[in-house]
């Protein structure tokens, strides 16, 4: 075997090596790579430390991001290995990536540091499969305050912090200016309560002469990514204070699907569904608010980026979502990437020194600054909102700072409840179920396996906490 | 055994070694524990605990999984009778043709290489309700637009016409056991006055019945474990309303999604028996009507 290194493509320089990796086991070569193989298969293969040329630790990163936003997490990387000669990140991007850490995690090789999301962080955390960074941040001087707090809460599950942030995320509503400026509407003056939202949403409307939509003022279902959330828009929860008890259905929870209904009725849900079969993937020109054919859309930070891209000469706003009443403050839904150490790592102290390096202002806002996003952490530089390629950014950080702030629950059997969230959204959108039969099928799906989840933490809560706090 | 033969046998087992040590490492083993992990709670990240028969108990009670069995039922019983007629029809055609035949076979066969993966994006688009090219060429014959994939009525109906796109393997298969038949039988059947439809009834299916009985069990196998065409034409949603979630991809969510390795095991073993009955069923019925060569 030619022991030159590994060969990566250029394309992305945080993958090339300063010099040549070192593998261990090198003197192995010679053995048949059939007989190795089937070692391998039979011992099971975890592989040893590997160290570059030069002796610097090497350690796997793993992250689910592709272009744009992965090249500016390699230019951090870059960046991070450029800075000290003691460890080299390697870092890979990775489709499904919670399913390949599961697995990676459960076989005993996991990757160094890994790319989560707020949202995955407490299911693996419960399960003993996250480090706790408690120890380690108190050790080196991180503090909980030194971030935005309704994204330091996305990072947090039962009083530890198991990833620190990477790049956060906020949705707010956009629109269309010459929309509303053609529908006799102020541009600068986007809709302030639900009601509004409601009469502009009218106004924006078109149909043919066959009654089909051709362009439609707002719609809870596109893209539907939150309407799993749709009772925060209300008042409402999805779970009480300590996420015993399911509350999706209740009070105002009731009132947000009931209002759901009524606006299906409004525009006829075969109209709707209609239009939303025409609608085209969201990266893409065909998106329905980047090809003018939406007036009003619930979307994130990001959407900028896709708008620039698709459609630049598209005119937009954002603003807050509407809130229920007149000067009011809407809820917004705030979410984060972020970066955890998995349990089984091998190098843990190089890990939190990648992740502290990321941390810092300066690496932080690069980061955010290339995926178009806003900085986690409290402090921002002046030049950061001023340089910023999304004019509106102030906006998505202040609705993260805001008091509405609110992110996905934090309990364990999330995947489940969305997924009947979801269910339960569709049976009064597409079917016309009504609100409290549709929510009474929720429950009877999931609180039976809710309550067993809790139960089953019960059982292990004295143990796990003890198990957290001496890690 | 001599020397020799014991040489001979450690070579052959030497050999084929690499094809055992797969089979007991990544089939026979997992197999074995998915059964354990069965009976287990089970997260994959925790080590299992034994629950008994908690799984299965849990699945009577399931209205998704009887939802998805449903689905995956009505799927098959649509699917594999047209799928087998098409199957047929196309072969005989094949082989009757006596211009452009190899041409007409890849035709045939060509679609089912496509990745099943880039079949489904494919197909997302040809029955997209607003601008598909299905809905185009019915409104051309004055038949409504459908909006496909969009109804819970009609999503599983979109599915089976964008699964018929890769008869193409069965299609060879059926071609390779028409040119079995031996003339001699056509011929006879001439000579006795049978039209061409008769010599269809009475030669062509009982001599083709062999392959016929095994294209069907095949494909009641592959299509009680359909998933990467659903899952990629609905987002892994199996949308709407559930009305493509079909048997595996909810086993898939529960393994993957909502770590619970231990009910998702469950499911594959009652996948397995459902699949193994059905089977039996289709042997038992077809035992007398299916007729070998030596017969």
């Known amino acids: 075997m030619n022991p030159t290194p590994k060969r990566f493509p250029p394309t992305f320089a945080s993958h090339r090596h300063p010099a040549p990796i070192r593998r261990p086991g090198a003197s192995a070569r010679k053995l048949p790579w059939g007989l190795l193989l089937v070692l391998a298969l039979l011992l099971g293969c975890r592989p040893g430390e590997e160290r570059t040329a030069d002796g610097r630790v090497v350690i796997d990163y793993w992250e689910k991001w592709q272009g744009f936003e992965k090249d500016a997490m390699a230019a951090v990387v870059d960046k991070y290995n450029a800075s000290q000669d003691k460890v080299f990140v390697r870092y890979v991007s990775q489709s499904q990536i919670d399913r390949k850490l599961l697995l990676a995690t459960a076989g005993g090789n996991p990757p160094d540091v890994a790319g989560f999301w707020s949202h995955t962080v407490v299911s693996y955390a419960e399960k003993g499969a996250l480090l706790p960074l408690d120890r380690l941040m108190k050790r080196d001087g991180l503090l909980r305050e030194d971030y935005i707090p309704a994204i330091m809460d996305g990072c947090c599950y039962r009083g530890f912090v198991w990833g620190l942030p990477s790049t956060p995320a906020t949705v707010a509503l956009h629109y269309n200016k010459a929309l509303f400026r053609e529908a006799g509407l102020d541009p600068e003056r986007p809709p302030q309560t639900v009601a509004e939202l409601e009469e502009y949403a009218r106004r924006l409307t078109k149909r043919d002469a066959d009654g089909k939509i051709t362009q439609l003022g707002f719609s809870p279902s596109d893209p539907g990514w939150w309407s799993m959330m749709w009772v925060y828009w209300f008042g409402a929860d999805l779970v009480d204070k300590d996420a015993r008890r399911l509350t999706a259905g209740e009070g105002d929870g009731l009132t947000a699907y009931e209002w759901l209904d009524r606006y299906a009725d409004e525009y006829g849900r075969p109209a709707l569904r209609r239009f939303e079969a025409g609608a085209g993937q969201f990266a893409s020109a065909d998106n329905t608010f980047i090809s003018g054919r939406l007036a009003m859309q619930l979307q994130g930070v990001w959407m900028s980026s896709f708008i620039d891209q698709y459609n630049p000469s598209l005119e937009w706003g954002v603003a807050p979502f509407p809130a229920l009443v007149e000067g009011g403050m809407g809820t917004c839904i705030v979410e984060s990437d972020m970066l955890v150490i998995p349990k089984g790592a091998r190098h843990v102290e190089e890990a939190w020194d990648f992740i502290k390096f990321v941390q810092m202002q300066e690496n932080m806002e690069l980061l955010c600054m290339g995926q178009r996003k806003f900085s986690p952490l409290r402090e921002v530089s002046p030049s950061f909102a001023s340089s910023h390629p999304n004019p509106y950014i102030g906006l998505f950080r202040e609705l993260a700072e805001s008091p509405e702030a609110r992110g996905v629950p934090r309990m364990t059997l999330w995947d489940q409840y969305r997924a009947e969230l979801g269910i339960a959204f569709e049976e009064i959108w597409v079917r016309d179920t009504p609100p409290a039969k549709a929510m009474d099928l929720l429950m009877k799906r999931v609180k039976p396996r809710f309550d067993r989840a809790n139960a089953a933490w019960d059982r292990i809560a004295e143990m796990r906490l003890r198990d957290w706090s001496q890690q | ?295």
Request: net charge neutral; aromatic share 14%.
């Open chain 2, 1 to 295: 055994m001599t020397a020799r033969e014991r040489k001979k046998l450690m070579m052959g087992l030497l050999f084929t070694s690499p094809w055992m040590v797969g089979l007991l490492s990544f089939t026979v083993f997992p197999a074995i524990y998915s059964l354990y992990y069965s009976f287990c709670d089970y997260s994959v990240l925790n080590p299992p605990v034994f629950i008994g028969l908690a799984n299965y108990q849990e699945l009577l009670f399931d209205s998704v999984f009887w939802k998805s069995t449903w689905n995956t039922l009505y799927f098959a019983a649509i699917f594999l009778p047209l799928s087998t007629g098409a199957g047929i029809v196309l072969a005989v055609l094949l082989n009757a043709a006596t211009r452009w035949k190899g041409a007409l076979r890849a035709m045939i066969f060509v679609p089912s290489l496509v990745p099943l993966v880039a079949l489904g994006i494919l197909w997302r688009w040809i029955l997209n309700g607003e601008y598909g090219i299905l809905n185009w060429g019915m409104q051309l014959v004055g038949l409504p637009m459908v909006n496909w994939m969009g109804e819970p009525e009609t999503a599983k109906l979109g599915l089976v016409i964008g699964s018929l796109w890769g008869i193409g393997n069965s299609v060879v298969i059926y071609l390779a056991g028409l040119q079995e038949i031996p003339p001699s039988l056509y011929e006879a059947a001439r000579v006795d006055g049978a039209s061409n439809l008769q010599q269809f009834r009475h030669v062509t299916l009982p001599m083709l019945s062999p392959v016929i009985y095994f294209n069907v069990l095949m494909g009641l196998i592959g299509v009680m474990q359909v998933f990467a065409l659903p899952y990629v034409m609905t987002d892994g949603a199996g949308g709407p309303l559930r009305s493509t979630t079909f048997y595996t991809m909810y086993l898939f969510d529960h393994a993957f999604s909502y770590l619970n390795m231990g009910y998702a095991c469950a499911m594959a073993w009652v996948l397995f028996a459902i699949i193994a009955s059905l089977s039996a069923v289709a042997h038992r019925l077809t035992q007398d009507r299916v007729i070998y060569g030596a017969n």
